[in-house]
């Protein structure tokens, strides 16, 4: 399978909120007005396409000199574990290499860690850190 990443800019509700109602997160698909907005005001958005089929998005925030935050990294269940997500990672990876933090919040499973990890990513327990949340 062969696929490409470029850079997302005409959003699409349909098709984001299709990517976001599969992986479940209703915080975002609750409110569609919400998400383009975010989408709107992101740092940079990458998107993985088969000809021009959306598969799989990025999208970070920050100021894009000393801190990003992958906020968002979703890719359709029917083509996860091929790359995909690894591919997405890697783009911002090498864009922001000069960022000082690159964080994002995850789900804490084995897998989802395992693969993080994978990427060069730490818990910020292993570098004495610690991480808070205020969320409504």
């Not at 998107?47 to 089929?53: L, P």
């Not at 990294?73 to 997500?85: A, C, D, N, T």
């Not at 860690?113 to 004495?128: C, W």
Request: hydrophobic share 40%.
């Amino acid at each position: 399978m062969e696929f490409q990443i470029r850079e997302y800019k005409n959003y699409n509700r349909q098709e984001i909120l299709a990517l976001y109602q599969i992986a479940g997160w209703s915080n975002y698909t609750s409110d569609p007005d919400m998400l383009e907005e975010a989408y709107r005001h992101s740092l940079k958005i990458y998107a993985a396409y088969i000809e021009e089929k959306l598969i799989g998005v990025i999208r970070v925030t920050g100021d894009g000199y000393s801190v990003i935050v992958i906020q968002d990294i979703l890719v359709f269940p029917e083509y996860q574990r091929q790359g995909i997500g690894r591919a997405l990672i890697r783009k911002i990876l090498e864009e922001y290499q000069s960022v000082y933090q690159k964080i994002l919040l995850t789900d804490n499973t084995p897998k989802t860690i395992q693969f993080y990890r994978s990427m060069g990513f730490s818990a910020v327990e292993d570098i004495e850190c610690r991480a808070l949340i205020k969320m409504w």
